[in-house]
T-cell receptor, first 117, second 117 residues
Framework: GAGVSQSPSNKVTEKGKDVELRCDPISGHTALYWYRQRLGQGLEFLIYFQGNSAPDKSGLPSDRFSAERTGESVSTLTIQRTQQEDSAVYLC???????????????FGPGTRLTVT | AQTVTQSQPEMSVQEAETVTLSCTYDTSENNYYLFWYKQPPSRQMILVIRQEAYKQQNATENRFSVNFQKAAKSFSLKISDSQLGDTAMYFCAFIRPNIQGAQKLVFGQGTRLTINP
């Protein structure tokens, strides 16, 4: 079956512009996660959505970052007034999430490489 | 807050050799999961192996095995009979279980592993 897909694969934008990054999770996965990976670094958690629960936004670095998810499908991560420090790979992951088990594997997409010039 | 530390930024071994990647973590939780992820140049995050903290037996997956020392909060990855395809960034990660079944991963900074022919 199809995995997690992200678009665009690469995005170059000018400082101060807004960008939208898209994630299509695996069908049936109720949880969706966004992570940021700066060059040569590990992944940093940004936000996750699970079903109808309020999203966990605790990792968003500033109010320029926001994300939405329509039901249990597509999610969009928006960065307003981009800065050079926003340059990174943005990775999306999805998983089943249910209280009958403590853990479900997260499946990652290929990421969007964002370059702010 | 949980933290994960990988003290080896880069490692290099010859094909067919055995290599061990180090990881330590800090948490006050008693129940959690630990993971090793592989990230080749394609950027795709691939789950290599996972360990549940309540299990004393070390996890193994073919050529990959872990040495989990809960008291020392250490979680190293051993790759036996290394292959050229093992060349990648390797990330150690931690999850604290969530009753809703969705959790955010906490990652280390990564170790760049190169297998030389």
């Amino acid at each position: 079956g199809a995995g997690v897909s992200q678009s665009p694969s690469n995005k170059v934008t000018e400082k101060g512009k807004d960008v939208e990054l898209r994630c299509d999770p695996i069908s049936g996965h109720t949880a969706l996660y966004w992570y940021r990976q700066r060059l040569g670094q590990g992944l940093e958690f940004l936000i996750y959505f699970q079903g109808n629960s309020a999203p966990d936004k605790s990792g968003l670095p500033s109010d320029r970052f926001s994300a939405e998810r329509t039901g249990e499908s597509v999610s969009t991560l928006t960065i307003q007034r981009t800065q050079q420090e926003d340059s990174a790979v943005y990775l999306c992951a999805s998983s089943i999430a249910h209280s009958d088990r403590a853990f479900y594997e997260q499946y990652f997409g290929p990421g969007t490489r964002l370059t702010v010039t | 807050a949980q933290t994960v530390t990988q003290s080896q930024p880069e490692m290099s071994v010859q094909e067919a050799e055995t290599v061990t990647l180090s990881c330590t973590y800090d948490t006050s939780e008693n129940n959690y999961y630990l993971f090793w992820y592989k990230q080749p140049p394609s950027r795709q995050m691939i789950l290599v192996i996972r360990q549940e903290a309540y299990k004393q037996q070390n996890a193994t997956e073919n050529r990959f095995s872990v040495n989990f020392q809960k008291a020392a909060k250490s979680f190293s990855l051993k790759i036996s009979d290394s292959q050229l395809g093992d060349t990648a960034m390797y990330f150690c990660a931690f999850i604290r279980p969530n009753i809703q079944g969705a959790q955010k991963l906490v990652f280390g900074q990564g170790t760049r592993l190169t297998i030389n022919p």
